[in-house]
């Protein structure tokens, strides 16, 4: 890699000045004023690095394979290694490419951007929103104006689904996965009292969570209150079972135990529940509060039961809720609904992408609205 220093009167002309000597791929790692000793070169200074040097750039990209390949003899391990230490330097850079390129925009949109940045959005979808806006006739917009362009275009991002079971299938069958704790139990008995109970269809729960006899009990006592069935099951045969003996039900609810890292033989129960189903509609249970990086690795967890939506809880744990759209947008499954607090049934909204958007926005563009709207 070569990294080097260009000096010019302003950011955009440092930049330019380095595409011309290292060509269009070279990354902006830092720009700033110049210091006072180097200030004669020019007043702005900007460092970007380029991968190979400009000679071995002419080449076609023929000439290299398509996907990463360790050499003959270069242990795979090491090689996996090496590729997800590359991925990382990557994604420091366009981290610190961003936070340069900011240096060259209007000051609202930059102030925008960087409290974007601090919803934990991916830098990917802040930069599209900014470059969407910059290249855009409300370039110049500030204020509320600016916050309204920013919550449209981040409304457009927002994926959502909130329904519940399979449409075309006879009965609505649908089941709660995730993590220990998350708050599959209570999410189930918010959902079946608010959507299903309300217009009083005929329905069934299924508790899979039978080795927790307090936790089986407690369902058991929410399904009497709900007028709905209540069977436990402890493996496919009996679930199938159920579901034969309970035909005529038109909502099957299925609740089923924590899974967690640390407990890989309980996914081989799980997954074998799952996929004894007919016509499945399986929500996977997040907690909004998990840090950023637990979070996608949880999702990757269970991406092996294929989810077909996401269903965020303890909203109101949380500040921050960019990482539910990098979630959804990342792995493309779309948002289904939002709990945001422990009281049953109130706690939960069907997910909608306006509102998500606000969400997103709402703890930091506000602040600045309402800055501005005092000044
Ligand atoms: N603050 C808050 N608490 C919640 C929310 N949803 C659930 N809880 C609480 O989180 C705790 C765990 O909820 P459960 O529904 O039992 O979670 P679970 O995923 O079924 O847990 P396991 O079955 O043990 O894996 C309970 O105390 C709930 O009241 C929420 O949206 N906000
Ligand atoms: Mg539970």
Not at 206 to 226: G, K, M, N, Y
């Amino acid at each position: 890699m070569r990294i080097k220093s260009f000096f010019s009167s302003s950011v955009d002309a440092a930049l330019c000045e380095a595409r011309r000597e290292l060509g269009p791929e070279a990354m902006l790692i830092e720009s700033r004023r110049s210091a006072p000793e180097s200030r004669r070169l020019g007043e702005y200074e900007v460092v970007c690095a380029v991968t190979a040097p400009p000679a071995a750039r002419g080449r076609s990209s023929n000439d290299t394979p398509s996907g990463p390949a360790p050499a003959p003899g270069f242990p795979t391990q090491d090689f996996a290694a090496l590729v997800e230490r590359v991925e990382r330097l990557s994604l420091v850079l366009q981290r610190a490419e961003s936070s340069a390129l900011r240096l060259t925009l209007n000051p609202e949109l930059a102030a925008a951007s960087r409290l974007l940045e601090s919803t934990e959005l991916d830098p990917r979808w802040i930069g599209s929103i900014v470059s969407s806006i910059e290249n855009s006739p409300c370039a110049g917009a500030a204020g509320s104006e600016l916050h309204d362009q920013i919550q449209n275009r981040l409304t457009g991002l927002v994926s959502v689904d909130p329904t519940l079971g399979v449409p075309s299938a006879a009965r609505r069958i649908i089941a709660l996965i995730g993590p220990p704790g998350a708050g599959k139990t209570t999410s189930l008995v918010k959902l079946a009292a608010r959507f299903a109970l309300s217009g009083a269809r005929p329905s069934l729960i299924l508790s899979a969570d039978t080795q927790r006899v307090a936790a089986t009990e407690q369902l058991r006592a929410f399904a009497a209150i709900l007028g709905s069935a209540f069977v436990a099951v402890d493996s496919p045969r009996v679930l199938r079972q159920a579901l034969e003996e309970h035909g005529g039900k038109e909502w099957i609810w299925i609740d089923t135990p924590g899974w967690s890292r640390d407990e890989p033989s309980d996914a081989k129960g799980l997954a074998e529940l799952i996929s004894s189903v007919p016509d499945l509609d399986t929500h996977l249970v997040l907690p909004a509060s998990m840090r950023a990086a637990d979070l996608s690795a949880t999702v990757d967890r269970f991406l092996p039961f294929h989810p077909a939506k996401l269903l965020f809880t303890r909203l109101d744990e949380t500040s921050c809720f960019g990482p539910l759209l990098n979630e959804s947008a990342r792995t493309g499954i779309p948002l289904s609904f939002l709990g945001n607090g422990p009281q049953i049934p109130e706690d939960i909204e069907p997910a909608e992408p306006a509102a998500v958007a606000r969400l997103i926005l709402r703890h930091q563009l506000g602040i600045r609205r309402a800055a501005s709207a005092a000044a």
